[in-house]
T-cell receptor, first 115, second 116 residues
């Protein structure tokens, strides 16, 4: 069965520090991979996605993620965190093949940014 | 272009009642998906509609149902509400272009349902 694990429930970083949020997935083949961000009271905003090709993908707001097949991981990174990055981050997988857009989400990582 | 809109944004109901939530997708989008978000269970897929047909369904009881209209607007209904149905219900729309394996989904702000 497909699943997504985000091992870190809560992370606190200082403004200007680097950030890495972990994501591991379980899927029979290479899935579609996504990172979303959710600010309080808001819906989900897509940060970046991986479908195929270059395993390092760039997204919005200075985020990037690297797909590592051997580790079944898709970790999100940012070199320098801004206070406005405080939010909850969700990793998700989408099934390949078939006529569906269903997403399976991880439990999320809540990011706090210290001044 | 307007984003995905959901109405109402907030709802308070009591146990046993039923509720209907509405989602208007981005213009031109034909696929609408619904998700339930709770602190305990996280984000869980409810169902997906494309061209007025349900094409995928999550693992939820029959009290949860949905439909899609010819203009792609969608509604979901929860009957006989339980305390555990309190959640943020998110709707996502996508183009749903035939032959395209995956379509990027755009999420609405959600409807916050509180069951007392």
């Amino acid at each position: 069965a497909q699943s997504v694990t985000q091992p870190d429930i809560h992370i606190t970083v200082s403004e200007g520090a680097s950030l890495e949020l972990r994501c591991n997935y379980s899927y029979g083949a290479t899935p579609y991979l996504f990172w979303y961000v959710q600010s309080p009271g808001q819906g989900l905003q897509l940060l970046l996605k991986y479908f195929s090709g270059d395993t390092l993908v760039q997204g919005i707001k200075g985020f990037e993620a690297e797909f590592k097949r051997s580790q079944s991981s898709f970790n999100l990174r940012k070199p320098s965190v801004h206070w406005s990055d405080a939010a909850e981050y969700f990793c998700a997988v989408g099934a390949r093949g078939g006529a569906t857009n269903k997403l399976i989400f991880g439990t999320g990582t809540l990011l706090a940014v210290q001044p | 272009k307007a984003g995905v809109t959901q109405t109402p944004r907030y709802l308070i109901k009591t146990r046993g009642q039923q509720v209907t939530l509405s989602c208007s997708p981005i213009s031109g989008h034909r696929s609408v998906s619904w998700y339930q978000q709770t602190p305990g269970q996280g984000l869980q897929f409810l169902f997906e509609y494309f061209s007025e047909t349900q094409r995928n369904k999550g693992n939820f009881p029959g009290r949860f149902s949905g439909r899609q209209f010819s203009n792609s607007r969608s509604e979901m209904n929860v009957s006989t509400l339980e305390l555990g149905d309190s959640a943020l219900y998110l709707c996502a729309s996508s183009l749903g272009i035939s032959g395209q394996i995956y379509n990027e989904q755009f999420f609405g702000p959600g409807t916050r349902l509180t069951v007392l």
